[in-house]
């Protein structure tokens, strides 16, 4: 196995991946903005898996991020991730400056209408917009086989899909499902914020959704009872602020009175604290 190289500049790895092409590898790509966790690193073995030659990306993109977020405090841990990454056998990790992906006079951005203002776009107005940008330039500069992302994003791979769709770009996106820890939390880089106390609450969040689809299961197919029972039981902490929980289609996004068992995505986002959580299950396939 070869070691990893570590590649800032956009020059220099597409004249890595053209050499790649030319030994006719099939590429295989993860984007991550680092500080990485067990999701991140199941990601990595699905795609070393299904391709020759593995790119990963570090990149803490800021357009995706509103002023008042976390941008400056995302946590970061760069030594830590390249040990993880090569440990894994990625061929490449690509880790561009800010300048790099957006020099200066930088104004050209990409948004998919509509699928990205509800949701987690209710509350984060140009999040998606900075997630579409930044994917496309990526996928442009890697143009890579398959690209694969987390289902806890789910409203973000579906947004993705349907960018890639709609801009016909030859590449495959591949979603892997939820990672959680141990005590069922969703894993996310985010976890890090939480104190003890407020981690704990925050469970009440994957509790509720399992036992909504178990509801769901047993034939409870009204939506709005499914939002109620899930707003009821994570009501039962008075540590957690509930953003939002919605039934919608899984490739819309639209809101739905009854549950389609093969379109319907259920999620949730709170506020554990200053740190907002997502959560979901998908009935259907993304």
Same mark, same amino acid.
């Not at 973000?156 to 996106?173: E, F, G, T």
């Not at 919605?246 to 604290?273: K, M, Q, Y």
């Given at each position: 196995?070869?070691?990893?190289?570590?590649?800032?500049?956009?020059?220099?790895?597409?004249?890595?991946?053209?050499?790649?092409?030319?030994?006719?590898?099939?590429?295989?790509?993860?984007?991550?903005?680092?500080?990485?966790?067990?999701?991140?690193?199941?990601?990595?073995?699905?795609?070393?898996?299904?391709?020759?030659?593995?790119?990963?990306?570090?990149?803490?993109?800021?357009?995706?991020?509103?002023?008042?977020?976390?941008?400056?405090?995302?946590?970061?841990?760069?030594?830590?991730?390249?040990?993880?990454?090569?440990?894994?056998?990625?061929?490449?990790?690509?880790?561009?400056?800010?300048?790099?992906?957006?020099?200066?006079?930088?104004?050209?951005?990409?948004?998919?209408?509509?699928?990205?203002?509800?949701?987690?776009? #209710?509350?984060?107005?140009?999040?998606?917009?900075? %997630?579409?940008?930044?994917? /496309?330039? !990526? =996928?442009?500069? @890697? &143009?890579?086989?398959?690209?694969?992302?987390?289902?806890?994003?789910?409203?973000?791979?579906?947004?993705?899909?349907?960018?890639?769709?709609?801009?016909?770009?030859?590449?495959?996106?591949?979603?892997?499902?939820?990672?959680?820890?141990?005590?069922?939390?969703?894993?996310?880089?985010?976890?890090?914020?939480?104190?003890?106390?407020?981690?704990?609450?925050?469970?009440?969040?994957?509790?509720?959704?399992?036992?909504?689809?178990?509801?769901?299961?047993?034939?409870?197919?009204?939506?709005?009872?499914?939002?109620?029972?899930?707003?009821?039981?994570?009501? #039962?902490?008075?540590?957690?602020?509930?953003?939002? %929980?919605?039934?919608?289609? /899984?490739? !819309? =996004?639209?809101? @739905? &009175?009854?549950?389609?068992?093969?379109?319907?995505?259920?999620?949730?986002?709170?506020?554990?604290?200053?740190?907002?959580?997502?959560?979901?299950?998908?009935?259907?396939?993304?």
């Amino acid at each position: 196995m070869n070691p990893m190289k570590t590649i800032h500049t956009i020059t220099e790895l597409k004249n890595e991946l053209r050499n790649a092409r030319k030994q006719g590898s099939s590429i295989g790509f993860v984007p991550t903005m680092g500080y990485l966790h067990e999701g991140h690193l199941n990601l990595v073995r699905e795609c070393k898996k299904e391709n020759d030659f593995t790119i990963a990306s570090i990149f803490v993109n800021p357009v995706q991020f509103a002023p008042h977020e976390d941008f400056d405090s995302y946590p970061r841990d760069m030594e830590r991730d390249s040990r993880l990454l090569s440990d894994l056998g990625v061929d490449i990790l690509f880790n561009p400056s800010r300048e790099e992906i957006y020099p200066s006079g930088y104004m050209t951005y990409v948004e998919v209408e509509n699928l990205g203002k509800v949701l987690c776009g #209710k509350s984060r107005g140009t999040h998606f917009r900075g %997630v579409t940008t930044i994917v /496309l330039k !990526l =996928l442009n500069i @890697v &143009s890579p086989d398959q690209a694969y992302f987390g289902r806890k994003d789910a409203q973000q791979a579906i947004i993705i899909k349907k960018m890639c769709r709609d801009l016909n770009l030859d590449v495959s996106i591949r979603t892997i499902p939820i990672a959680r820890d141990t005590d069922g939390l969703a894993l996310s880089s985010r976890n890090v914020y939480l104190s003890k106390e407020e981690r704990a609450s925050a469970l009440f969040m994957p509790r509720a959704l399992q036992l909504a689809r178990s509801k769901m299961e047993d034939g409870l197919h009204d939506a709005a009872a499914v939002k109620e029972l899930i707003r009821s039981e994570i009501s #039962k902490t008075q540590l957690i602020k509930i953003d939002y %929980v919605e039934v919608v289609s /899984l490739d !819309l =996004l639209e809101e @739905v &009175s009854t549950v389609d068992p093969r379109n319907t995505l259920v999620a949730a986002a709170i506020w554990a604290g200053k740190t907002r959580l997502i959560d979901n299950f998908i009935l259907g396939e993304i």
